[in-house]
């Protein structure tokens, strides 16, 4: 084996020794965002050494309230229809694959629905399915209410024994491995269902936001908005130990060359309105990473360093936050929302459901009411 003088890398080949005799298998689970604190027993590890981390993200100073929030009440289930299905196709290799996914269509339309429904798709992180992000999250009730269609592929368990989406892959990076299937299963509920198709959003958590983020980038004509949930910065890692390093210390130099290839691939790139959510108190996905999806949404999207910005601190649901916005003209491109005390989970879902934290603000309200201000020309 060979020896590291780095005390936390150590610690993780210790762990996958005792644990899964491999130190893939530790890296897989480690892709994977953990339960909240309040479900999990916390388990001493060694500290990562600290990151650079720019102004931009220093920490806030908690605005908590001094009594507790109230305790998530069960949410009332969603009356619109919810729908299973499957997309069958073909990998790059020429082998058959299959990928399920759920969809939820509210029981009462939106008033100005002439053109269809607008949809928004959920992609979950790993060791999460479809539905329980959906229960999690509480999307569906939300857009039953604004008359919102929502989509949630799933990833299997063949492809990843985690549900991971391969963020790190170089060639999903450049449109290959699960994009197509996701944008299949896109183009198929569009071609069943009555979808408005200029206001077609998408958006993940973890993994799901990485994900999210490179079906943007590699089809910005397809979506209205993009919104990412504790994820990692775009194209600065090509295996799963790049990606763990990635997620604990950013991309390092590798932030604005990933975009510009993008960028560079077309002659014209279609504006890609943003809304980033992180939480302060991240330990998987450090807000970092948060710094450097906020600089290439800025390139993405073609925003000046001197752009016109407003930051706001609120406090919401027992929990403070920094929101920033970011405009181009009098619309509001870019959103970063920085929230205290928050680990790597959904901001506002419901807490029975792993990988969830109930204090707010709401991470589904502000996505939701984001992508209602964007349509695609």
Known sequence: MV????????????AGK??????????????????????????????????????????LKSKRATTAAPAPQPAAPATGKWLASYLSGVSERGALRRMSYWLYLPDHPPADSAAGLPLIVMLHGCEQTATLFAQGTRMNQLAETAG????????????????????????????GGDVPMIVGIINKVRANYPIDGSRIYICGISAGAAMANIVALNHPDLFAGL?????????????????????QHGAGTRVDGPIAEVLGRRDQFHPLPTILIHGEDDPVVRPINLA?????????????????????????????????????GRKVMLRVARVAELKHAWSGGDERVSFNSAPGPD?????????SRHRRA
């Open 227 to 247: 919104g990412l949930h504790s994820g990692p910065s775009f194209g600065g890692a090509h295996s799963t130990i790049g990606a763990l390093t990635l997620m």
């Open 292 to 328: 450097h999806l906020t600089r290439q949404a800025m390139m993405v999207n073609n925003l000046a360093p001197d752009s016109p910005e407003q930051v706001a601190e609120k406090v919401k649901g027992g929990r403070s936050y920094q929101l920033r916005d970011v405009y181009s």
């Open 148 to 175: 919102y269609a929502v989509l949630y592929p799933q990833q299997s368990v063949s492809s990843h024994r985690h549900r991971c989406w391969k963020w790190f892959d170089r060639a999903t990076q450049q449109g």
């Open 18 to 59: 005792k644990q899964q005799r491999s130190v893939a298998r530790v890296i897989g689970t480690l892709l994977a965002p953990p339960k909240p604190a309040a479900r999990a027993k916390p388990k001493p590890r060694p500290k990562a050494p600290a990151a650079a981390v720019p102004a931009t993200v220093a920490p």
């Open 3 to 14: 020896k590291t003088s780095n005390p936390w890398l150590r610690g993780l080949l210790r």
């Open 363 to 371: 991470a589904s309200k502000m996505m939701l009411e984001f992508f």
